[in-house]
């Protein structure tokens, strides 16, 4: 069974950048045609998606977001990184990493539980 | 990329079934047939429900079904049960971006 688990400071100051790491367990994250995505949530409102990568290194990005977003892999470690520059208050949000199944198409089969990143000085 | 459109709230009593709308243009719902479904009870993360308009993953209840018209792509629950209160999003691919989601609807059981 394929698991997800975010990792990260729960807190960062404003201007500053964000990083966050998503640890895949129950499986190689080199397998299969999957990709990894970053996805968003702040309270009380609906999902918002980040960004995407391949294990090849292939990356895409919400177009709203692409200046201040840097998704990266690691296979060694099976893990998936993600970072966003020049925080507000507006980047408060849950955020959950998440695997796309291509069998799905635009689908995302496992999640993780997801984890709340608060931007305040 | 602006979000799809969904109603804020739909609620049913048990045994009812009840549609949930997800609006969008011709360059995301309308182009493509990459509409899923996704379910999420408070404090946790969505679960995908449908998958290509409207396909099951296994283990998804059949109460579950999706359609598309146009640019409206539509989730039907069929007798309705208390476990399926929870918030839905739809999500498509679109011509500039490969996911939107929608901005969520939140189903209640009278």
């Known amino acids: 069974q394929v698991q997800l688990q975010e990792s990260g400071p729960g807190l960062v100051k404003p201007s500053q950048t964000l990083s966050l790491t998503c640890t895949v367990s129950?499986?190689?994250?080199?397998?299969?045609?999957?990709?990894w995505s970053w996805i968003r949530q702040p309270a009380g409102k609906g999902l918002e998606w980040i960004g995407r990568?391949?294990?090849?290194?292939?990356?895409n990005y919400n177009p709203s977001l692409k200046s201040r977003v840097t998704i990266s892999v690691d296979t060694s470690k099976n893990q998936f990184s993600l970072k966003l520059s020049s925080v507000t208050a507006a980047d408060t949000a849950v955020y959950y990493c998440?695997?796309?199944?291509?069998?799905?198409?635009?689908?995302?089969?496992?999640w993780g539980q997801g984890t709340l990143v608060t931007v305040s000085s | 990329q602006s979000a799809l459109t969904q109603p804020a709230s739909v609620s049913g009593s048990p045994g009812q079934s009840i549609t949930i709308s997800c609006t969008g243009t011709?360059?995301?719902?309308?182009?493509?047939?990459?509409v899923s479904w996704y379910q999420q009870h408070p404090g946790k993360a969505p679960k995908l429900m449908i998958y290509?308009?409207?396909n099951r993953p296994s283990g998804v209840s059949n109460r579950f079904s999706g359609s598309k018209s146009g640019n409206t792509a539509s989730l039907t629950i069929s007798g309705l049960q208390a476990e399926d209160e929870a918030d839905y999003y739809c999500?498509?691919?679109?011509?500039?971006?490969?996911?939107?989601f929608g901005t969520g609807t939140k189903v209640t059981v009278l």
């Open positions: 011709s360059s995301d719902v309308g182009g493509y047939n990459y």
């Open positions: 999500s498509s691919y679109t011509s500039s971006s490969p996911h939107v």
């Open positions: 990568i391949y294990t090849s290194g292939s990356t």
């Open positions: 129950g499986g190689s994250i080199s397998s299969g045609s999957y990709y």
């Open positions: 290509d308009v409207s």
């Open positions: 998440a695997r796309g199944n291509p069998f799905y198409a635009v689908g995302f089969d496992y």
